[in-house]
């Protein structure tokens, strides 16, 4: 054994701290051995999961609020999860695991999704929106809303997931299943709330949404900005050409048959 002093070889006794020679500290020596025992034992630890196949799997870093209801609780599982998809959705995104199942982001998308769409009727109940034309409808209209909007809801996810992910491959940009694409489409449900801001609300929650799928879909999917664009527009685009193209359809039928 050597001092870290002086350098010198000497037999070390149980508890010795100086050094015999110089009289040097070895406390720079304790320190030295236990970083090395430290060192080799989680070397075998590793060694040892290496050996039983024991590797972390790569979602277990990842974290979204909403699935961590029994630790911090319902409402703050939504306060959290809607402040940080809306107001921080790279780091949301980035740390959304992508796989546990779809019953908890469905329950999210359609809590969210069924309060932002009744929100809005109501709104436009109130303030007797021109372009809503449930604005003048009675209040049991309302109850029947309310009662079937859930299931608009559910389906709108569930068609929104198929359509984004078929736009996902048709761009080159799948690079994880069908599950990863409904939890962006399910956690990206925030701006439905904003529904409630009479006249205005529903373009800035289009917006607002487009912009939160777009970066959920880049960060998810591990794709460049411009593709994740593309692959979120598509379907829109695909929707409004047919209805354009239908419309001149009809448009030719009926002249058509006037001029006859």
Known sequence: MYCPQ??????????????????GSLEQLHTSEEKASTDKIESDHTEKDKLQGNFPSPDESKYCPWEDLENIGLLRGIFLTLQQSL?????????????GGLLNPLLYGMIIGTIGGMAGYLAGMLVDTPFIS???????????????????????????????????????????????????????SGPDLLNAVPVIGWM??????????????REVQRISTGRAAAAVLLPAILCCGITFM????????????LGS
């Open 6 to 23: 002086c350098g010198r070889d000497f037999s070390r006794l149980e508890d010795q701290r100086f050094c015999a020679f110089c009289g």
């Open 246 to 257: 239908g419309a001149l359809a009809l448009v030719g039928v009926s002249t058509g048959l």
């Open 87 to 99: 107001f921080t959705p790279v780091k949301f995104f980035s740390g959304l695991p992508t796989k």
């Open 204 to 217: 800035i929650a289009l917006i607002w949404k487009l912009v939160v799928t777009i970066v959920g879909v």
């Open 134 to 188: 449930t604005a003048k409808l009675s209040g049991l209209m309302a109850i029947l809303v309310g009662l079937f909007l859930p299931l608009f809801v559910f389906i709108g996810i569930i068609l929104g997931t198929i359509l984004l992910h078929a736009s996902l491959f048709l761009v080159g940009g799948s690079n994880e299943n069908f599950e990863a694409t409904f939890r962006i489409v399910s956690y990206a």
